[in-house]
């Protein structure tokens, strides 16, 4: 993704700083406006996670458990999210923002073998359709950062899908989830990520 195209067209007055607070709360998203600070809050949000999948890509790549295909489809998904870290981060910096600090994490025994491995990113990248798709309507005042959020969006649920193919899963269900997507709540994102995430980083 183009940085540029992230933020094209974008008219906004943004807080010139935004504090997310992970130590208390790990890793949130929400489904609702409320949830938010304001559109700098939500993209901060959407950093947390691109930056949780840019490292998980990152060590599992570099733990050469995939050959051909999969190592392929893999190293393409890892540069995506590192584009979406680098996308996001200079749109908060042009929108007046701070952008939060990567985590510290830890991914356990994901990378034991190539099975968990996949079945983790299957995990993830289904539960950033979600975490995108809950955070959406806080961003319906601004067209702008909507529609960047929604392309990311389509690359999240098309990186489900690969993965789900290199899974061998069933289509429906498996590749896909059904004939629309589900938003997720702030519980079932917290259930689901802050495992993974050990503290904030502090630098």
Sequence with gaps: MNRRDLI???AVAIPGSVAL?????????AEGVDDFDG???VLNYALTLEYLEAEFY????????AEGRAADYLSTIQTDEEAHVMALQDT???LGGT?????????????GSLESYLE?????ENLGVQAYLGAAPALFQQKELLSAAASIFGVEARHAAIIANLQEKAAEGGVYQGAVETPA???????????????ARTY
């Excluded at 952008?99 to 990378?111: K, S, Y």
């Excluded at 983790?120 to 993830?124: K, V």
């Excluded at 709540?185 to 503290?199: E, H, K, N």
């Design 8 to 10: 094209r067209g974008a």
């Design 21 to 29: 607070s992970m130590l208390s709360a790990k890793w949130a998203f």
């Design 39 to 41: 559109p700098v809050d």
């Design 58 to 65: 990152r060590q599992g790549n570099e733990a050469g458990l």
């Design 92 to 94: 908060i910096a042009q």
């Design 99 to 111: 952008a939060v600090p990567a985590p510290q994490v830890d991914f356990g025994q994901a990378f």
């Design 120 to 124: 983790t990113a299957y995990t993830f």
């Design 185 to 199: 709540d702030r519980s079932t994102v917290l259930q689901a990520a802050s495992p993974f995430i050990v503290a």
